[in-house]
Nanobody, 127 residues
Framework: QVQLVESGGGLVQPGGSLRLSCAVPEFTLNHYSIAWFRQAPGKEREGVSCISKSDGKPVYVDSAKGRFTTSRDIAKSTVYLQMNSLNSEDTAVYYC????????????????????WGQGTQVTVSS
């Protein structure tokens, strides 16, 4: 089990921005790709983005394209999810997770490929 710690969530107005962080143990990013998921109240968990271990390239679901940016800082053992132009539909608990692949299969990763989950961070978009 790998310990992942998300932070950066909070309350933001529509149109605002937040940057989430996913801190992982040293060398974790050398072994795993990292995926971001979210779960809104009363809805199933859905994939948001994934960043590949092999080349650090991120992929996004359609709802995140053009608004969200996933990046990683290997030296800091941290993955970031920069979220801009937020709207009420982005309200959810956001989770990061390790992926048992060198390259992300897509922005949505099957549960069977997930190793460990973080505890989640709440994002609320409201005026």
């Amino acid at each position: 089990q790998v310990q992942l710690v998300e932070s950066g969530g909070g309350l933001v107005q529509p149109g605002g921005s937040l940057r989430l962080s996913c801190a992982v143990p040293e060398f974790t990013l050398n072994h795993y790709s990292i995926a971001w998921f979210r779960q809104a109240p009363g809805k199933e968990r859905e994939g948001v983005s994934c960043i590949s271990k092999s080349d650090g390239k991120p992929v996004y679901v359609d709802s995140a394209k053009g608004r969200f940016t996933t990046s990683r800082d290997i030296a800091k053992s941290t993955v970031y999810l920069q979220m801009n132009s937020l709207n009420s539909e982005d309200t959810a608990v956001y989770y990061c997770a390790t992926v048992f692949l060198d390259s992300c299969p897509g922005p949505t990763v099957a549960t069977a490929l997930i190793g460990s989950w973080g505890q989640g961070t709440q994002v609320t978009v409201s005026s």
